[in-house]
């Protein structure tokens, strides 16, 4: 005898790249909160804290290329939910 699920998997709309980390000013030490986008981009941020430019740098492109994998992982995982309810 077998059953047939039906599965729903909410909340799935899950990308890395839009989690904040805290970053400390080299500067006065202050936090600043950046995306894991922003690292990516490289973007130049002005700390809260003393107001000097912060340039980012996502040495080796390792941010990038951890995002990338984090969301192909998360798209792997909502297909194989999505599989469970056929």
Same mark, same amino acid.
């Given at each position: 005898? +077998? %059953? #047939?699920? &039906?599965? +729903? %998997?909410?909340? +799935? =709309?899950f990308?890395? !790249? $839009?989690?904040t980390? =805290?970053? #400390?000013?080299? $500067?006065?030490?202050? !936090? &600043?909160?950046? @995306?894991l +986008?922003?690292? $990516?981009?490289?973007? @130049?941020? @002005?700390?809260?804290?003393?107001? #000097?430019?912060?340039?980012?740098?996502?040495?080796d #492109?390792?941010? !990038?290329? @951890?995002?990338? /994998?984090v &969301?192909? !992982?998360?798209?792997d995982?909502? /297909?194989a939910?999505?599989?469970?309810?056929?």
């Amino acid at each position: 005898m +077998s %059953f #047939k699920l &039906n599965v +729903s %998997f909410k909340g +799935s =709309d899950f990308d890395i !790249a $839009q989690r904040t980390i =805290d970053l #400390k000013c080299p $500067q006065c030490q202050a !936090a &600043n909160s950046v @995306t894991l +986008s922003q690292v $990516q981009s490289e973007e @130049t941020i @002005t700390c809260v804290g003393c107001k #000097k430019k912060i340039r980012l740098i996502d040495k080796d #492109k390792s941010v !990038a290329k @951890t995002v990338s /994998k984090v &969301n192909e !992982a998360m798209g792997d995982l909502k /297909k194989a939910v999505e599989d469970l309810g056929r």
